[in-house]
């Protein structure tokens, strides 16, 4: 049943980091009217359903929305993050969206409609029920609407395992892990089923407090290479080993023989990191590590590569290439589900199409800085074609191959962005951004700074012409 209609400047569907930084330069840019939609009960998306434990894996200093400072811009004193930016929790950002959504909606510009869902079709009949009490409310949108939902961001708590169990087999989501304690019989050991960042936050929960290795079992049905954290900090004490890094990266793309060699030297060169030398990892979601996560990583020695799990049973693990024996005492860690959905450079979605926009990621795995910059072009620029020439979309990757796509993609889009004036200033004062004002910030007689400036922006244009040929 139709309760009312709704008018409005921008219908955005999804209050997750995505929507949030979108809204929040709409707001602060425009004196444009929104009405945000979501399913969950607060603002803050996938932080809601997300595992106690879990903090941000890069820095809070470029996580959230361009207005709103994250966290004190400190760094940790103690921990596996030693000496790096602090990284938020999950509850340090679920009350960050809370107060931001409190002051959009105290503007009177704001209305939010949480536990609700969209049921429009996405072109002229915008709709959304609420999950409480069934109702429907219509939404008139005189400009845009907003999906945010595009990269499915799931966590193992909203999505059950896909493989087969026994009956008594005892398996959890992550999320439940701070809750054996209420278990009657203590496990005998402990089956972590997943190798990207959730399979790692599990295994480092467990080692951290106080699980023996030996008593980890690690499925892991693909090896992944991660990004070394030390390498992308913010601040201008570590301008040397960030700029460093992407200058370095640079000549590595523009000398490159082949994709292997890409990768060879981006591991001797300490920006990439694998948990096995011996192994030849053939996935990458762009999740970041310290060398200090690594070498605690590395104490697990039981880690099984048979692909990925069939059935388990109660004596046995039925793997794609394998079996492997177990007891009935195991407690079954769920890390199987992707964190976001993964296209891999075969979706053609625009951002810009008619009266939709889609964000998506325009920048290397910056999602919020991303959205904000959407919603900058979008506020800002006239034109459809302009506004996708702007923000091209990165295909997201899934196996190393993708990380070459990726950055082809990333640098078409930063020349477009040089070259205007307008966009140039905009990030350079963007809280999102945490490099391009540290760049603009180098004083001429500040040598040893300035030729890293130099290096990256003198191999840019052959790495550009050389990733032609290593993706041909």
Same mark, same amino acid.
């Given at each position: ?57 890069? +820095? %809070?200093? @470029?996580?959230? =929305?361009?207005?709103?400072?994250? &966290? ?8 596996? /993050? ?104 203590? +496990? %005998?050991? @402990?089956?972590? =089923?997943?190798?990207?960042?959730? &399979? ?8 951290? /407090? ?263």
């Amino acid at each position: 049943m139709t309760k009312s209609t709704l008018t409005t400047d921008y219908l955005i569907v999804g209050s997750g980091a995505v929507g949030m930084a979108f809204a929040d330069v709409i707001f602060h840019e425009t004196t444009a009217r929104m009405v945000i939609v979501d399913r969950h009960h607060g603002p803050g998306g996938h932080w809601n359903d997300a595992y106690p434990f879990v903090r941000l894996h890069q +820095p %809070s200093a @470029y996580y959230g =929305v361009n207005s709103k400072p994250l &966290g004190s811009n400190s760094k940790d004193q103690m921990g596996l /993050n030693v000496g790096m930016y602090e990284r938020a929790t999950s509850s340090e950002l679920v009350s960050y969206y809370e107060q931001l959504m409190q002051q959009f909606v105290a503007s009177g510009r704001v209305q939010y409609f949480p536990m609700s869902d969209y049921v429009g079709d996405w072109n002229t009949d915008h709709r959304f029920r609420s999950l409480m009490s069934g109702e429907e409310q219509v939404v008139t949108v005189a400009k845009k609407i907003v999906d945010t939902t595009h990269l499915n961001t799931s966590v193992p708590s909203t999505h059950p395992p896909k493989y087969a169990m026994a009956e008594g087999v005892r398996c959890v989501p992550l999320n439940d892990l701070p809750r054996i304690r209420y278990m009657k019989t203590s +496990p %005998s050991g @402990y089956v972590v =089923v997943g190798a990207g960042k959730t &399979g790692v936050d599990a295994c480092l929960w467990l080692l951290e /407090n106080g699980t023996p290795p030996d008593a980890i079992t690690w499925i892991m049905p693909r090896d992944s290479w991660f990004q070394n954290r030390a390498k992308v900090q913010p601040g201008k004490e570590f301008f040397e080993a960030s700029y460093g890094s992407f200058a370095e990266q640079m000549e590595i793309i523009a000398g490159a023989a082949s994709q292997g060699d890409v990768y060879a030297k981006l591991e001797a060169g300490g920006h990439w990191l694998r948990l096995d030398k011996t192994v030849q990892p053939s996935m990458y979601h762009g999740a970041l590590m310290s060398q200090s996560e690594l070498a605690l990583l590395s104490t697990i020695k039981n880690v099984v590569r048979m692909g990925r799990i069939q059935r388990i049973e109660l004596d046995q693990i039925i793997l794609a290439n394998g079996v492997v024996p177990t007891d009935a005492n195991r407690l079954y860690v769920d890390c199987s589900a992707s964190a976001v959905q993964f296209h891999a450079g075969t979706d053609s979605t625009p951002v810009f199409a008619g009266n939709k926009i889609t964000p998506q990621f325009v920048r290397t795995f910056q999602p919020t800085f991303s959205a904000a910059f959407i919603a900058y072009v979008e506020s800002n620029f006239e034109g459809e074609e302009q506004k996708n020439t702007l923000c091209g979309p990165l295909p997201m990757p899934d196996k190393p191959m993708d990380w070459l796509r990726m950055h082809a993609a990333n640098l078409r889009n930063q020349y477009r962005w040089s070259k205007n004036k307008t966009l140039r200033a905009w990030i350079a004062k963007s809280r999102l951004d945490g490099f391009t004002a540290l760049a603009m910030s180098v004083k001429p007689w500040d040598f040893k700074r300035i030729n890293l400036l130099r290096r990256y922006g003198m191999n840019a244009g052959p790495a550009a012409v050389n990733l032609k040929k290593l993706l041909a």
